[in-house]
């Protein structure tokens, strides 16, 4: 007698002897087979997406390869290895109060001054993993690197920053010295990064706050310098005029002086060529030959100039 079993397959026909039983243990295990590849061949297969590179975690001894896999499908052991990503492109770490930057919580980092004042600050750090030692990385801290960047990145840069204001005063810092605070505390973070495969690219002090009180001493204190800045400025100025009219006057007197000189000069000059002789001489020449007409029979008389 023969009996059928129906499924998705369609109405197969099976002896139920012992052929029978074969037959539907093969059909079964080729089934289960089947089901057993797709789940598992997703799993045979990885891939790494472009700027990133993947570590390779032995679950079976708990290692880590030490060679990271690049960007692209790569095989692996199901339930045998677990493969984590670790960016290698440039990232920016931003530090701040603000919740519509960086992450959602306040990050700012809170230091002091040499006088013990309170500051927080708003920074930003930029860097790249290098690729070959993500392994090395992943094996020190065990977790992805958002952790590691939120945790240990950001203690390395509150701490450089406290070592570098926590030696100035915070008017210092806030003003004429914060581009030089921001240069020391760049160079102590790559540092400190650099032994695990960070390469800090930049650092950015974007926002300092202090006290209130602190601050509107600050102002006033610039305002007084600024005021003074003016005054001086304003005593060179008038110092400068004064010079300026002084040479002047000198240069005035001295010129009168040289044209009195000369003056007096020519008229000693003049004086000495001006004889009796020369007066005849020139009144002769602006004599026109007419007598003066006078009065009286008498005939008017011109004296020449005799010799000598």
């Given at each position: 007698?023969t009996?059928?079993?129906?499924d998705?397959?369609?109405?197969?026909?099976?002896d139920?002897g012992?052929?029978?039983?074969?037959?539907?243990?093969?059909?079964?295990?080729?089934?289960?087979?089947?089901?057993?590849?797709?789940?598992?061949?997703?799993n045979t297969?990885?891939?790494i997406n472009?700027g990133?590179?993947?570590?390779?975690?032995h679950r079976?001894?708990?290692g880590v390869?030490?060679t990271?896999?690049?960007?692209g499908?790569?095989?692996?052991?199901?339930?045998?290895?677990?493969i984590?990503?670790?960016?290698?492109?440039?990232?920016?770490?931003?530090?701040?109060?603000?919740?519509?930057?960086?992450?959602?919580?306040?990050?700012e980092?809170?230091v002091n001054?040499?006088e013990?004042q309170p500051?927080s600050?708003?920074?930003s750090l930029?860097f790249?993993?290098d690729?070959?030692?993500?392994?090395?990385?992943?094996?020190?801290?065990?977790?992805d690197?958002?952790?590691i960047?939120?945790?240990f990145?950001k203690?390395?840069?509150?701490?450089?920053?406290?070592?570098?204001?926590?030696?100035?005063?915070?008017?210092?810092v806030i003003?004429?010295?914060?581009a030089e605070?921001t240069?020391?505390?760049l160079?102590?973070?790559?540092?400190?990064l650099a032994p695990y495969g960070?390469?800090?690219k930049?650092?950015?002090?974007n926002?300092l706050?202090?006290p209130?009180?602190?601050m509107?001493?600050i102002n006033?204190?610039?305002v007084?310098?600024?005021q003074?800045l003016?005054?001086q400025?304003?005593?060179?100025?008038?110092?400068f005029?004064?010079q300026?009219d002084?040479?002047?006057?000198?240069?005035?007197?001295?010129?009168?002086?040289a044209?009195?000189?000369?003056q007096?000069?020519a008229?000693?000059?003049l004086a000495?060529?001006?004889?009796?002789?020369l007066v005849q001489?020139?009144?002769?020449?602006?004599?026109?030959?007419k007598?003066?007409q006078v009065?009286?029979g008498?005939?008017p008389?011109i004296?020449?100039?005799?010799?000598p």
């Amino acid at each position: 007698m023969t009996n059928t079993i129906s499924d998705r397959f369609g109405t197969m026909q099976f002896d139920p002897g012992t052929d029978g039983r074969q037959r539907l243990r093969r059909i079964a295990f080729a089934v289960t087979a089947l089901l057993a590849v797709l789940v598992l061949l997703p799993n045979t297969f990885t891939y790494i997406n472009p700027g990133y590179v993947g570590i390779v975690i032995h679950r079976a001894g708990g290692g880590v390869d030490p060679t990271p896999l690049g960007p692209g499908v790569h095989p692996r052991l199901p339930f045998a290895t677990g493969i984590e990503e670790y960016p290698v492109f440039l990232k920016t770490l931003v530090l701040t109060r603000n919740g519509s930057e960086g992450s959602s919580q306040n990050d700012e980092i809170n230091v002091n001054s040499v006088e013990g004042q309170p500051l927080s600050l708003d920074v930003s750090l930029s860097f790249e993993i290098d690729p070959a030692q993500t392994p090395k990385l992943y094996s020190t801290f065990r977790t992805d690197i958002n952790m590691i960047t939120h945790g240990f990145v950001k203690q390395t840069i509150r701490q450089a920053l406290q070592e570098v204001i926590g030696q100035e005063p915070v008017a210092d810092v806030i003003g004429p010295k914060k581009a030089e605070a921001t240069n020391r505390t760049l160079a102590l973070i790559a540092a400190r990064l650099a032994p695990y495969g960070f390469q800090v690219k930049q650092f950015t002090i974007n926002e300092l706050r202090a006290p209130s009180s602190v601050m509107d001493a600050i102002n006033t204190k610039n305002v007084m310098q600024q005021q003074a800045l003016t005054a001086q400025n304003e005593l060179q100025k008038n110092q400068f005029q004064a010079q300026g009219d002084s040479i002047k006057a000198a240069g005035r007197a001295k010129a009168i002086t040289a044209e009195a000189e000369a003056q007096a000069r020519a008229n000693e000059l003049l004086a000495r060529s001006i004889t009796p002789t020369l007066v005849q001489y020139e009144l002769t020449k602006k004599w026109d030959g007419k007598l003066p007409q006078v009065s009286g029979g008498g005939t008017p008389l011109i004296q020449l100039p005799g010799k000598p």
